[in-house]
């Protein structure tokens, strides 16, 4: 079975520059997660989808920060002018009946 | 959710059983322990989890203590590539599948020594 597929792997970009991150959960999955994890920190929740809809975007910067899940299966993350802090690595993951949640390799983004 | 208290770091001798400890005194009816593994550059992997009986799978095992205050992590035979920060999370799992964001701690940086 295929895990949770995300790309890119890695992203330059300039400060004040869009940059997206793309998730491919696994099949089956209905629920499905974006984290954000500074260096040296654990992961941090940024929004939840059950399905297409966002049930939990409390910890998203909505300002510059924006998601969609379309047809409840894939899942895009953009930022929108990206800063230097936000420079980290953006995790997917989605979850099994039992609670377990499944993580990708992540997208380490560099904001220069 | 419930907060959980783990050692810094541990080492262990390669060959060895690692035994990882984590503190949930304040764990509810409702909650699980979860554990994940954090290896350098990748991803979080799940690992396993429990209610209240002790679990085993082909990774690990999980022994929760009888109040359900604690529980320890074991790696049967620790090998090299087992060398990871190791996180133990207390959450309400849902019925009928969903479950909400995962809060990590600063969890258990294990180092397994040749």
């Known amino acids: 079975e295929a895990g949770v597929v995300q790309s890119p792997r890695y992203k330059i970009i300039e400060k004040k520059q869009p940059v997206a991150f793309w998730c491919n959960p696994i099949?089956?999955?209905?629920?499905l997660y974006w984290y954000r994890q500074n260096l040296g920190q654990g992961p941090e929740l940024l929004i939840r989808y059950e399905n297409e809809e966002a049930v939990d975007d409390s910890q998203l910067p909505k300002d510059r920060f924006s998601a969609e899940r379309l047809k409840g299966v894939d899942s895009t993350l953009k930022i929108q002018p990206a800063e230097l802090g936000d420079s980290a690595v953006y995790l997917c993951?989605?979850?099994?009946?039992?609670?377990?949640?499944?993580f990708g390799p992540g997208t380490r983004l560099l904001v220069l | 959710d419930a907060k959980t208290t783990q050692p810094t770091s541990m080492d262990c001798a390669e060959g060895r059983a690692a035994n990882l400890p984590c503190n949930h005194s304040?764990?509810?009816?409702?909650?699980?322990v979860y554990w994940y593994r954090q290896i350098h550059s990748q991803g979080p992997q799940y690992i396993i989890h429990?209610?209240?009986n002790n679990e085993t799978n082909e990774m690990a095992s999980l022994i929760i203590t009888e109040d359900r205050k604690s529980s320890t992590l074991i790696l049967p035979h620790a090998t090299l590539r087992d060398t990871a920060v190791y996180y133990c999370i207390v959450r309400v799992r849902r019925s009928g599948g969903g479950a909400d964001g995962l809060t990590f701690g600063k969890g258990t940086h294990l180092i397994i020594q040749p």
């Open positions: 304040t764990i509810s009816g409702n909650e699980y």
């Open positions: 429990g209610l209240k």
């Open positions: 099949s089956g999955h209905n629920t």
């Open positions: 993951a989605s979850s099994s009946r039992d609670g377990a949640q499944y």
